[in-house]
T-cell receptor, first 113, second 111 residues
Framework: GAVVSQHPSRVICKSGTSVKIECRSL??????MFWYRQFPKQSLMLMAT?????????EQGVEKDKFLINHASLTLSTLTVTSAHPEDSSFYIC?????????FGPGTRLLVL | DAKTTQPPSMDCAEGRAANLPCNHS???????VYWYRQIHSQGPQYIIH???NNETNEMASLIITEDRKSSTLILPHATLRDTAVYYC????????????FGKGTHLIIQP
């Protein structure tokens, strides 16, 4: 149990385009999901908290207009990187909360050329 | 800032027990100790968590000192697949906040 998936696993896009990443809880419902970002040789950094049916809460320094989060159902949250630039290239990881424990997806590696 | 302190790296021989320490001297009474690990280029994997009693599951054991200021994660029979970065995180159980990851311990299992 407690399986979280992400799609796509890796994506390459051109600078200025938008990219959507999906995060799904496969065998449980999650009122709260989280989005993290990890740069090479660094730890995960929390970007935002996504609550089903309400607006996401963003961490300080994360642009909410650039990183659009939608949590339309109890099993799906999406992160859209708008007008992506090379500095947005990173490993994006989501997690979903179940019984007071966060379970993580496998991550999405984004490369912006 | 992370509330925990871990050694940056450790080695352990395959088949032996791996003991990973974590210091959390400022832990609050309602904060749990969670352990995750991250194998290269993958999302973190939940291992175990506890409040004050020792805990054991199919993956590991968690030993928390009586004053709760430190803990040890024990992998009883380490295999090469246990090579990963291990993160010790304190968090209020059921809290609505995301996790704060420190730098973790890079555990290398030697054949």
């Amino acid at each position: 149990g407690a399986v979280v998936s992400q799609h796509p696993s890796r994506v390459i896009c051109k600078s200025g385009t938008s990219v959507k990443i999906e995060c799904r809880s496969l065998d449980f419902q999650a009122t709260t999901m989280f989005w993290y970002r990890q740069f090479p040789k660094q730890s995960l950094m929390l970007m935002a908290t996504s609550n089903e049916g309400s607006k996401a809460t963003y961490e300080q320094g994360v642009e909410k207009d650039k990183f659009l989060i939608n949590h339309a159902s109890l099993t799906l949250s999406t992160l859209t990187v708008t007008s992506a630039h090379p500095e947005d290239s990173s490993f994006y990881i989501c997690s979903a909360e179940m019984t007071e424990t966060q379970y993580f997806g496998p991550g999405t590696r984004l490369l912006v050329l | 800032d992370a509330k925990t302190t871990q050694p940056p790296s450790m080695d352990c021989a395959e088949g032996r027990a791996a003991n990973l320490p974590c210091n959390h001297s400022t832990i609050s009474g309602n904060e749990y100790v969670y352990w995750y690990r991250q194998i290269h280029s993958q999302g973190p994997q939940y291992i175990i968590h506890g409040l004050k009693n020792n805990e054991t599951n199919e993956m590991a054991s968690l030993i928390i000192t009586e004053d709760r200021k430190s803990s040890t994660l024990i992998l009883p029979h380490a295999t090469l697949r246990d090579t990963a970065v291990y993160y010790c995180i304190v968090r209020v159980e059921g809290g609505a906040d995301g996790l704060t990851f420190g730098k973790g311990t890079h555990l290398i299992i030697q054949p």
